[in-house]
């Protein structure tokens, strides 16, 4: 079945650094554009970061700076690299991603990233 997996979140002290991922699965499941979207409790649910097909990338100005938006189409998988976390950057983190061949949309589970001060 097509479906986005997402890895790499987890509880970090401030100042620390995680890795997310976001891989396509599925037969024909290829990556298009990817967005990175996180959600806080009670908040709503905010784009982080954003990738074309082509590799232009957009940061909200809360994370610029901090994080990194990178894709590795070899593996169907694009990444966010968070360095230097701080509290604030708590909440569950989405990848949105389309196909490439019919444009549908697909959400991942999501995966809870933790800063702790």
């Known amino acids: 079945q097509v479906q986005l997996v997402e890895s790499g979140g987890g509880l970090v002290q401030a100042g620390g650094s995680l890795r997310l991922s976001c891989t396509a699965s599925?037969?024909?499941?290829?990556?298009?554009?990817v967005g990175w979207y996180r959600q806080a409790p009670g908040k709503q649910r905010d784009l982080v970061a954003h990738?074309?097909?082509?590799?232009?990338?957009t940061y909200a100005d809360s994370v610029k700076g901090r994080f990194t938006i990178s894709r590795d189409n070899a593996r169907n998988t694009v990444s966010l690299q968070m360095n230097n976390l701080k509290p604030e950057d708590t909440a569950v983190y989405y990848c949105?991603?389309?196909?490439?061949?019919?444009?549908?949309?697909?959400w991942g589970q999501g995966t809870q990233v933790t800063v702790s001060s």
């Open positions: 949105n991603a389309n196909d490439y061949g019919t444009y549908s949309y697909y």
């Open positions: 990738i074309t097909s082509s590799g232009t990338t």
């Open positions: 599925g037969a024909n499941f290829r990556l298009n554009t």
